[in-house]
């Protein structure tokens, strides 16, 4: 029996309420964590508990998680996106409409890290939650364009490339708002929640990516392989 289809980017592990996302993200936690320090683990225990909140709708558990996570160790990232701690800790704010304290967050994470495409995006967000305007329209376009450029890499040219957006629908979602953040006419309200979700995608698709290779390395067939 191979693995189970993933008909989108966006599909769910369903298994008790978030039992089989948390065994997940703890999993990928402690691989994780055996390779870098004490600090380090930590850090990336606290970012995991903060996704798992983030991603199952409790934002302010998230933000408490992430300002853990960046006391122990801010420059900590997740792969294969590079957000840092601090990049979590914005995008935690700016789901519970903290626009201040997010772009604080926000711009700490780029100062750490000049490629960190979703602390970019989210900047742009931020400034387009508090006022619509030509700038926060660059800087989600530019963060769109850094992020595609990161999934393609992944897709392409590294082992988790297989499991990755096995259908392409992550990545059509990607460039069709590269598409409505390209130039000076923008549908904002519609335009701003696509990006929105579209962040959730990502997120889910790291794990389920996660998912699919565990379950080949443990000798299940493909991971995006037919019943």
Not at 46 to 70: M, S, Y
Not at 88 to 109: D, F, H, M, P, T
Not at 190 to 205: D, F, G, I, K
Not at 208 to 220: C, I, P, T, V
């Amino acid at each position: 029996m191979g693995a189970t289809v993933r008909h989108s980017s966006n599909s769910q592990i369903i298994d008790g309420p978030y039992s089989m996302r948390l065994i997940l993200l703890i999993s990928a936690g402690l691989i994780v964590a055996s390779l870098n320090g004490c600090a380090a683990s930590q850090a990336i225990q606290q970012i995991q508990a903060g996704r798992l909140a983030l991603l199952t709708g409790n934002p302010a558990l998230a933000v408490k998680h992430f300002e853990q996570a960046a006391a122990i160790d801010g420059k900590t990232s997740g792969w294969p996106l590079q957000e840092s701690a601090w990049t979590y800790v914005g995008r935690a704010y700016y789901e519970i409409k903290e626009y201040s304290l997010a772009r604080q967050a926000l711009n700490r994470a780029l100062g750490q890290n000049q490629n960190d495409d979703v602390a970019r995006l989210y900047l742009g967000l931020v400034g387009a939650r508090e006022q619509t305007n030509d700038n926060s329209r660059k800087l989600i376009h530019a963060g769109l364009q850094g992020i595609f450029e990161r999934v393609e890499y992944v897709k392409y040219y590294t082992p988790m490339g297989e499991f990755w957006d096995p259908t392409g629908q992550l990545r059509v979602e990607i460039q069709a708002a590269l598409k409505a953040f390209s130039g000076a006419a923008v549908e904002w309200a519609n335009a701003l929640s696509r990006v929105e979700r579209l962040t959730l995608n990502l997120e889910n698709e790291t794990d389920n990516a996660r998912r699919d290779e565990s379950f080949q390395r443990r000798g299940g067939g493909s991971g995006s392989g037919d019943m």
